[in-house]
């Protein structure tokens, strides 16, 4: 494969240079507009949940860069051999998500696929000296996680037919819920860095964050909450493919001091539509947790701390 070069632009505030969630393109000094896209196949049986999830996914990454989403397109993928009230379900989930960020869904483009695929590319707005970076997190800031972890080992579980009602209900809670309120809180709160938290898994993204930053990362595993149910079921070996590739390529960047197994793999699990990962001085910490302790409708944890750079990127305890 060719490298892709780099796009140098004047007003291309954020490119694909530092892995961030979203591109960032200047359009006058107090404007720039953020453009991102996401699409997946089906991660749940409900047609409706599964665009209402796809959907949330996509939004995410303005959200991380701290934008607003204003405009979204559908992008699908739809077999004949299926019924047309399927897609429209997964179309009429997604549009309701859409419109529940507050943004306008202007059409979108469909092809005929094997399989189910469904996302958005999604256009936000944001002023230029606004932008959140998963780069620029500063020593002695407090690492805060908006949503808790263990849903890739959920859904594999789900495709095993091993989840409990209640479970489901609670995974798919989860993963619709928008990051809105994370979102408002990254100016609210002089938050330093954040990202969203998705496919790469907590350390995959938090790895982002410190090499990004030039710092290290220091994690309390027994501080970051956990969907009920996911533990157990790393337990059982439950464990997505893509969790073994997450560990494959970031294990060596991390140093575990008496963690368990099930606990690692959840730290690996590959995220859909995760919570928000924030990096904030400690000084405005009580303030964000109050903020989320009244508006956040997802469990949100303290994890940990920014330290300068040492050998390792990531420390987890």
């Known amino acids: 494969m060719r490298n892709i070069p780099k796009l140098y632009n004047e007003n291309l505030l954020v490119g694909f240079d530092t892995s961030d969630d979203a591109a960032v393109y200047k359009l006058s000094d107090d404007k720039a507009i953020i453009q991102t896209l996401d699409f997946f196949t089906p991660v749940v049986n409900d047609p409706y949940d599964f665009g209402q999830i796809a959907a949330a996914n996509a939004l995410s990454d303005i959200y991380a860069m701290g934008g607003k989403p204003t405009l979204a397109m559908n992008i699908v993928g739809f077999p004949s051999c299926l019924s047309s009230d399927i897609l429209e379900q997964i179309l009429l989930g997604g549009a309701e ?88 809180a990254l100016h609210r709160f002089s938050v330093n860095s954040g990202t969203d938290v998705t496919g790469f898994g907590l350390l995959g993204h938090l790895y982002e964050m410190a090499k990004g930053s030039k710092k290290s990362i220091e994690i309390d595993s027994s501080r970051i909450a956990v969907i ?53 001085p400690k000084a405005y910490l009580s303030r964000l947790t109050d903020y989320f302790d009244e508006h956040l409708e997802t469990q949100y944890s303290i994890i940990g701390e920014v330290i300068d750079e040492k050998e390792k990127a990531i420390y987890v305890k």
């Open 228 to 280: 009920d149910g996911a533990i157990e079921h790393a337990e059982m070996g439950i464990i997505p493919a893509a969790a073994y590739r997450n560990q494959d390529y970031i294990s060596e960047f991390v140093s575990f001091e008496n963690v368990n197994i099930s606990m690692q793999d959840i730290l690996f699990d590959p995220q859909t539509s995760g919570g928000l990962l924030i990096s904030i």
């Open 97 to 184: 998500k859409v419109k529940e960020a507050g943004a306008i869904l202007v059409g979108g483009h469909s092809v005929e696929d094997d399989e189910p695929k469904y996302g958005l590319s999604v256009t936000g707005e944001i002023h230029p000296d606004n932008i959140i970076s998963n780069a620029t997190a500063k020593t002695g800031d407090t690492i805060v996680l908006t949503k808790p972890l263990g849903v890739g080992i959920l859904l594999t579980a789900l495709k095993a037919d091993l989840l409990t009602d209640e479970e489901i209900r609670e995974l798919t809670r989860n993963i619709k819920t928008l990051n809105n309120v994370a979102g408002e």
